[in-house]
């Protein structure tokens, strides 16, 4: 609440060692080789839990890889959550095929389980599941209905790098995960994405849509390779299969070895400010923060984490109007959610191929357009649910006034209508 306060939210934390890893890159003209970006495509896997990891020039790069490694195409139907950035489904208009948004549920605000299944058609190839503002995804019920109906399921780890799931880390969940690390998130490392899977086949799809001069040769494991590899060796050889290029600059990847090797301690002082603070704020009736709780779970780095309002706990008061009041006392925290994709012109009317028809009808697609009032949990996110504070440090004495603000607000709400 003082400026003195900077210091506790102020989010990367950067030290010399990592102005000194980028300054080597710089110094050798390295920014366009990948040498680092592989080391640390091999330590971030190694962490992650996973076979392969890729690094990529953004999270919405990495995102149109995985969707084409799942081999998402023209005419094809993906399910995905309304409430999540764009990024997360937005690559699968551009392959020309169509998104059939599923709510989400309100304990975890991930996609609902209960709501997917029905919305499987002949057409659909994947469930995209996106571990929301750091809170892992249902993945014990998601991935035995991917499983039972033969659907790719990936996975939008944007938010939750290093969140905990049941004793396993998120970005493992899915067939392929994908990941931004740009400068806001909560691994920041300037404009970045990543990519992880278990699945050889998908790492090397992955390469072949947006990298070239990686491994020297074709895939192998490409069924598109493949065809041609019976007369022809080298098929495709030196060119990117996507016509783009999504390498990871150097200067990115130097950084994020730096900040990896930080991580793990950095996000387990976060996760203690953090339950810290939402113990004390939950005594307070009508605030629920969205968090995992037992030994083995965690929110990881705590992106963006919400909390749950109701406004009848508070003689009515809506949320906006609740924070205005802890604005007011010097708490700044955000209301709302991401704006529900399902409403978007995009998903409505966009004509990406001049077809003269929208690109989510234009090969065969179900109409699954859907309007205002189809997805209850989804539409009425924005008004149920405010940013927490982000505590980078456990300092119960800087803390506590935090705390203190919200207990004097919540006692005074009814001034306040
Ligand atoms: C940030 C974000 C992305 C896109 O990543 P960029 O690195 O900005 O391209 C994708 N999905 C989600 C959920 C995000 O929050």
């Not at 900077?6 to 102005?19: A, N, S």
């Not at 975890?108 to 919305?119: N, Q, S």
């Not at 965690?298 to 924070?323: I, L, T």
């Not at 309007?371 to 927490?388: C, H, I, M, Q, Y």
Request: glycine share 8%.
């Amino acid at each position: 609440m003082t400026s003195v306060d900077g210091e506790l939210f102020l989010w990367p934390i950067i030290t010399d060692e990592d102005l000194a890893a980028i300054e080597e890159v710089v110094r050798n003209r390295a920014m366009s080789r990948s040498d680092i970006t592989k080391q640390f495509e091999q330590e971030y896997a190694d962490w992650n839990g996973v076979k392969y990891a890729l690094g990529t020039c953004n999270g919405t790069a990495a995102l149109a890889e995985a969707f084409w490694a799942c081999g998402i195409g023209a005419g094809d139907e993906v399910i995905a959550p309304s409430l999540t950035y764009w990024a997360s489904v937005a690559p699968a208009v551009s392959f020309g095929a169509s998104v059939n948004f599923a709510d989400v549920e309100t304990e975890t605000y991930c996609i609902d389980p209960d709501d997917i299944e029905h919305r499987i058609s002949p057409r659909t190839k994947a469930i995209v599941a996106v571990n929301y503002s750091s809170m892992p995804a249902d993945w014990d019920r998601i991935l035995p209905i991917a499983r039972k109906h033969n659907l790719y399921v990936i996975e939008d780890n944007s938010h939750a790098h290093g969140s905990m799931y049941k004793g396993r880390m998120c970005g493992s969940f899915g067939d392929v995960a994908a990941a931004s690390m740009m400068t806001g998130k909560s691994f920041a490392v300037g404009e970045a994405g990543i990519l992880t899977t278990n699945d050889r086949v998908l790492y090397e799809r992955c390469i072949a849509f947006g990298h070239y001069e990686r491994t020297g040769l074709p895939s192998l494991y490409n069924p598109a390779d493949a065809q041609v590899h019976q007369g022809d060796l080298t098929p495709f050889s030196g060119l990117p299969m996507g016509g783009v290029k999504h390498r990871m600059n150097q200067t990115c990847s130097a950084m994020a070895r730096v900040q990896l090797k930080h991580y793990p301690a950095r996000i387990a002082e976060i996760q203690k400010a953090m339950n810290y603070f939402c113990d004390a704020i939950e005594t307070i009736p009508g605030l629920r923060a969205i968090r995992m709780t037992g030994e083995d779970s965690g929110n990881g780095g705590w992106y963006v984490a919400k909390c749950a309002y109701d406004s009848a706990a508070f003689c009515g008061v809506s949320c906006v109007e609740f924070c205005e009041a802890l604005a007011a006392e010097g708490v700044h925290v955000r209301a709302g959610a991401n704006n529900p994709l399902h409403l978007h012109n995009f998903f409505h009317k966009l004509d990406l191929f001049q077809q003269g028809k929208p690109t989510v009808l234009a090969f065969g697609q179900c109409d699954t357009r859907q309007g205002t009032g189809t997805l209850p949990v989804t539409e009425k996110a924005s008004e149920k649910l405010f940013n927490l504070p982000w505590f980078k440090h456990f300092e119960p004495t800087k803390i506590d006034p935090y705390i203190e603000v919200f207990r004097k607000i919540a006692a005074n709400v009814s001034e306040l209508k």
